[in-house]
């Protein structure tokens, strides 16, 4: 079966083709058959990045609508790291609060406020930046850039793995992925903030 992707591509305008060369066997499916095939996709944020990824043109059609699931999914996960930094806060302000009431810090209150503080650090490490809302618009394009374009390994050439001295080996060069992640200094560079601009984190 061909891939649904390219299928998906179909309805783009005529330069890209997928068929040329299909030497029958494949049935003909017109733009109507694989547009009303794609009606039958479940509705979510996956959809719509499929359709953006493959069918630039229907992506315009509701321009809003991608934005629209990726907001729902970033906005569930920016409420949980703020009930995350809110709880440490109060965690850590109650355990230094104990150990001040105290003229001696005992074990039991050390590692209280070790622990603690431990979770305040690893709360604001975890969390967005301030700049998150204005940043939001740059990110999305870059993680759909990213998600769009995948970068297949040039050594293994996608499959993860090859063949040397008659023996299969992991690839080195993907660790087994047979995609290159980019990396941390492009993905910066994508979103628009130099390397290597620290971010400002919360707290
Ligand atoms: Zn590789």
């Known amino acids: 079966m061909s891939n649904v992707r390219e299928m998906l591509a179909r309805l783009n305008p005529t330069n890209v083709r997928f068929d040329i060369g299909r030497c029958g066997g494949a049935p003909a499916l017109t733009a ?6 794609l009606g039958m996709v479940t509705p979510g944020l996956g959809r719509e990045v499929l359709i953006a990824c493959w069918w630039p043109d229907g992506s315009k059609l509701d321009g809003a609508s991608l934005a629209r699931h990726l907001l729902a999914v970033i906005g569930t996960e920016w409420q949980r790291q703020g009930h995350e930094l809110e ?5 850590l302000s109650i355990a230094q609060t104990c150990a001040g009431w105290h003229e001696v ?7 209280e406020l070790t622990r603690t503080q ?6 604001k490490a975890a969390a967005w930046p301030r700049e998150m809302p204005e940043m939001l618009p740059a990110i999305g394009r870059a993680a759909l850039h990213e998600l769009c374009w995948p970068d297949i390994c040039g050594k ?4 993860g793995s090859l063949v040397v001295e008659n023996l299969v080996q992991q690839c080195d060069e993907c660790e087994g992925r047979g995609r290159m992640s980019l990396s941390d200094r492009t993905r910066a560079q994508l979103v628009g903030n130099p ?3 620290v971010v400002h984190r919360a707290g």
């Open 87 to 91: 709880e440490a806060r109060m965690e």
């Open 195 to 197: 390397w290597p601009t």
């Open 105 to 111: 810090v005992t074990p039991v209150l050390q590692r």
């Open 118 to 123: 431990s979770r305040w650090d690893a709360a």
């Open 156 to 159: 293994c050439e996608g499959h």
């Open 32 to 37: 109507q058959d694989i547009a009303a095939a």
